[in-house]
């Protein structure tokens, strides 16, 4: 499945674990429901929510 990806599946399972941290704004609860996450797993992402290279750019690109 990796070589038709063109990346690790494990890579798809985090980029969309961020995502709905984001889409959540750090919901721990949904978070750990919907990955069936620990706490403390589920707290690694959601750490990086105030993370300045992962902030979503503004749509005039500032």
């Known amino acids: 499945?990796?070589?038709v990806l063109g990346f690790r599946a494990q890579e798809l399972r985090e980029d969309r674990i961020l995502d709905e941290v984001r889409a959540s704004a750090g919901d721990l609860r949904r978070v750990c429901d919907m990955f069936g996450?620990?706490?403390?797993g589920a707290l690694?992402?959601?750490?990086?929510?105030?993370?300045?290279?992962?902030?979503?750019?503004?749509?005039?690109?500032g």
Not at 37 to 40: F, S
């Open 1 to 3: 499945m990796n070589n």
């Open 37 to 40: 996450l620990t706490v403390n």
């Open 44 to 61: 690694r992402y959601i750490k990086t929510l105030g993370h300045p290279d992962l902030r979503e750019q503004t749509q005039d690109g």
